[in-house]
């Protein structure tokens, strides 16, 4: 079993840091002029290959995953509220990464009036995501309203860093 968390844990990590990447390759193509053709091509292709990467990384990530919970019972029990909302934190993620390829879908259109400050934003979700799916599975809360109290502070010192990066890059 400690093979297939590792394993779990190996794919997971990997496929986030797709996730963490390839919005950023948006923000560089929403920054381009449109004379920089190649440029752009170049960044079109890097996200349609990190996008199929991705994408490869998830399904041995999530199959893992069932196994833990389905066969190993991790999770399961009336102490297992912390599973319910991981799991639904995970749905989040996969709505996540299909909405990276509707983005990458448009990018490739010539559709997207997105706009690098907004993709900059966009880049910071599964960062949000991860913290949250990693902080319910170490502290595993009986009482997830008091753990999301606790994440709200967490939430609110992020988005305001975040916010704070924001305002300084629009001076530079």
Partial sequence: MLWIKTLHIV?????FAGLFYLPRI?????MLDENERATRERLLLMSDKLMRFTTLLMVPALALGLVLWLYYGIGQGEQASWMHAKLTLVAIT???HHQCARELKALHAGNSKKSHVWYRL???VPVLL???IVALVIHKPDGV???LGQMTLVLVLFVSLVLLMVRRFKKT
Avoid: D, H, K
Avoid at 26 to 30: I, T
């Fill in 94 to 96: 996969i709505g996540y």
């Fill in 26 to 30: 948006f923000v560089n193509l929403a």
């Fill in 130 to 132: 991860m913290l949250f």
């Fill in 145 to 147: 309203l008091t753990f």
């Fill in 11 to 15: 794919f997971i990590a990997s496929w």
């Fill in 122 to 124: 966009f880049n910071e």
